[in-house]
């Protein structure tokens, strides 16, 4: 082009990002309907096919190919590559095969829409980031929570933007942009991942300082209302980058579908694509993360221990259920229920490597009085079962706080809710040994194939703690010397037939249980 990007745009850059996302599902959804209703456009005759002014004749293949069946408002600022006046008049389109014109669409719909989210971004940043009141009015931990990175990912954004409006002047015909995708995302788009993780703190931090600081709240407002603005809220702007990623990858996916197939072209959209899968899956982890982090410091708060304290908030540790259940509170051999009072209501919180017991206590909070590791957990159903057993079970602890053996008796107020509970607390992360191993330390265990162990705990830099089923030993082993059974029937079974096992040798059992082997 003889001008750069931003003049050709400069109708597109009227709109914000927001705006811009907006008009192109709607385009999308009409593109659609149109498709749908053409029941059979093989067979449209060529003046269905061709632009009003021009000649419906024989002639037709050198006539301009048809136009992309997308909105065409004539009042919209949201222009087609070929609708630009430098492709018209360029007279390119009269030589371009209607699917290539759709590819160039494609290509040049990711570099519009990558100017538009920067021009949002510009505004998120100059609008309300640098607002001397704002500054005024927060802290700076509390600017650093609320904005998180969003200056390294704009600058992201326009280096990207940069090489994007580079390949575009080269020629007017573009020759790929997938390449530059790749690159981008492989040395950059790590601040992504940065960004939307701090989401969860993000929208915490938000809420909470419109609750606690009304001139904030009021500053925000007046900020708002800016026509700069065009009406969309302050926290439209803040999740930016996470529907950008994300949009991105589905971008990088309608280019692949038009792209020739076994073409450069295609293997660098494949490339581009499968790197975007990547950044967008480390986004959703980091989320996942911060919101379990989030959830956990919550329950830690209101937790108070009768005994001695366990650690909750472990990077390696969430929540898989929690609720009320009855314990029984007469002699634990007895299995006649002569009255409700004969329970006592406690309370779980199981997660994915521990059971915390507890009583709720005035104050929303709960006095733990026991807890064990999941993968030591049994549960035990009652064979003679009769209406005043109905969904009774009992919960054994083979190695409880006290480092000793505990059984509570338990009921559920359902049967829907007895088998949510009872499936859970057995259901222990397991592996089974595909290489033997030899303990190289004194808290490592030596592994023959086919060990079925539960894994009690992990380390980031690959080591499992873990107890074989058939002997109860447990200890460190190398990660890489098994493989973890994912079928959770199986992992039931396999807990099944080892407490059939060691049903009738109790005795060994807390023997065993009770050794203190880390």
Not at 178 to 188: A, E, L, S, W
Not at 478 to 499: D, T, V
């Amino acid at each position: 082009f003889s001008c750069n990007l931003s003049d050709l745009l400069c109708s597109l850059l009227g709109l914000l990002y927001q705006e811009y996302r907006d008009k192109s599902t709607r385009q999308e959804i009409e593109t659609r309907r149109l498709q749908d209703s053409q029941t059979d456009p093989e067979d449209s005759s060529p003046s269905e096919e061709t632009p009003p002014e021009a000649e419906p004749t024989n002639t037709t293949e050198n006539k301009a190919p048809p136009q992309i069946s997308l909105l065409r408002n004539s009042n919209s600022r949201f222009n087609l590559w070929q609708d630009l006046p430098e492709i018209r008049s360029s007279g390119v389109l009269s030589i371009l095969q209607p699917d290539e014109i759709k590819l160039q669409e494609a290509m040049f719909e990711l570099v519009t829409s990558e100017a538009s989210y920067y021009k949002s971004l510009n505004l998120l940043v100059s609008h309300f980031m640098e607002n001397e009141r704002l500054k005024k009015i927060l802290h700076p931990s509390e600017a650093h929570i609320l904005f998180s990175n969003v200056l390294d990912v704009m600058a992201v954004s326009e280096r990207f933007l940069l090489d994007l409006e580079q390949r575009v002047e080269e020629n007017i015909v573009i020759s790929d942009v997938c390449d530059i995708v790749y690159q981008h995302t492989v040395n950059h788009f790590s601040v992504y991942i940065t960004y939307v993780s701090n989401q969860t703190y993000q929208e915490r931090a938000y809420k909470q300082l419109l609750q606690d600081k009304p001139a904030f709240r009021d500053v925000i407002s007046q900020l708002e209302l800016d026509p700069k603005c065009k009406g969309l809220s302050f926290s439209s702007f803040l999740i930016l980058p996470f529907q950008r990623i994300t949009r991105l990858k589905l971008l990088v996916q309608n280019i692949l579908k038009k792209v020739e197939e076994k073409s450069d072209r295609e293997n660098t959209a494949l490339d581009a694509h499968k790197e975007l899968e990547t950044v967008v899956k480390a986004c959703n982890e980091g989320v996942r993360k911060m919101s379990r982090t989030e959830q956990m410091i919550s329950i830690q708060k209101k937790l108070e221990f009768k005994i001695k304290s366990v650690p909750i908030i472990s990077h390696s540790r969430w929540l898989l259920k929690q609720g009320e259940l009855q314990q029984m509170n007469g002699p634990k051999t007895s299995r006649t229920l002569r009255t409700k009072k004969l329970f006592r209501e406690i309370y779980l919180f199981l997660f994915n490597d521990l059971l915390v017991i507890c009583r709720q206590i005035p104050g929303d909070k709960y006095q733990v009085f026991d807890s064990a590791p999941r993968g030591l957990l049994r549960v035990e159903e009652l064979e003679d079962q009769g209406q005043s057993l109905a969904n009774v079970f009992i919960l054994r602890l083979l190695e409880n706080a006290d480092d000793r053996e505990a059984s509570y008796m338990l009921k559920a107020s359902s049967q829907t809710k007895f088998v949510s509970f009872t499936s859970r607390l057995v259901d222990c992360p397991q592996i089974q040994c595909v290489h033997p191993y030899v303990a190289q330390q004194p808290d490592e265990l030596s592994l023959e194939l086919a060990d079925v162990l539960n894994i009690l705990d992990k380390t980031d830099d690959g080591w499992i703690f873990g107890e074989r089923l058939h002997d109860q030993e447990r200890g460190w082993f190398p990660s890489s010397m098994g493989e973890e059974i994912l079928n959770p029937k199986i992992r039931a079974q396999n807990l099944k037939e080892c407490f059939r096992v060691h049903k009738s040798d109790d005795s060994q059992r807390r023997k065993l249980g009770s050794r203190n082997r880390q």
